[in-house]
């Protein structure tokens, strides 16, 4: 099945929809959303990406993200998402949003108007092998430190949202 991106404009309104590789490789602003799940120890759940992904394969990042499909709210993807990526779902808070652009080696890049999703849960995933390499549960103050001795091992958005937007979070 195809998989379509909506496009939207910098106020977050949808002026259309595109195949999701098309709109990566035209860097066309589109609606997205990155879930935070924490535990009651107050560490955060990452994921390791798979490596087939098509961008970004085995960089740790937030617990899941994905695309909005038409007709579908932030909450809604962000569930179906969840259990599809991580094998659980949660009640999830819809918190901050924001743009970012970030180009990848493989001449693909987000252009994306990123929602953040946060969400509790104290039990241990059930990944979906395709999407999802490895997991682990991280404090922010362990993450951080992680981050800056290996940038390299982390996903261009989480990075952004862990540097920008993170105490709008937490």
């Keep these: 099945m195809e998989e379509k991106v909506i496009l939207v404009n910098e106020k977050d309104e949808q002026i259309g929809l595109m195949e999701k590789i098309e709109a990566h490789e035209k860097a066309l602003l589109h609606r997205a959303f990155s879930v935070f799940v924490y535990n009651d120890k107050n560490q955060m759940l990452l994921q390791k990406r798979a490596l087939g992904k098509y961008h970004s394969p085995g960089l740790w990042t937030n617990t899941c993200c994905s695309h909005q499909r038409e007709n579908e709210t932030n909450i809604q993807a962000g569930k179906r998402r969840l259990m599809e ?86």
């Design 85 to 170: 990526e991580m094998g659980f779902t949660t009640d999830l808070k819809d918190t901050i949003s924001f743009i970012y652009k970030a180009p990848f080696e493989n001449g693909l890049s987000e252009h994306e108007f990123d929602h953040i999703l946060v969400g509790y849960y104290n039990q241990d995933p059930k990944p979906n092998p395709d999407e999802v390499a490895d997991w682990k549960w991280l404090t922010a103050e362990e993450v951080k430190n992680d981050i800056e001795k290996n940038p390299d091992q982390y996903t261009a958005w989480f990075k952004i949202i862990f540097d920008k937007h993170y105490s709008q979070i937490a």
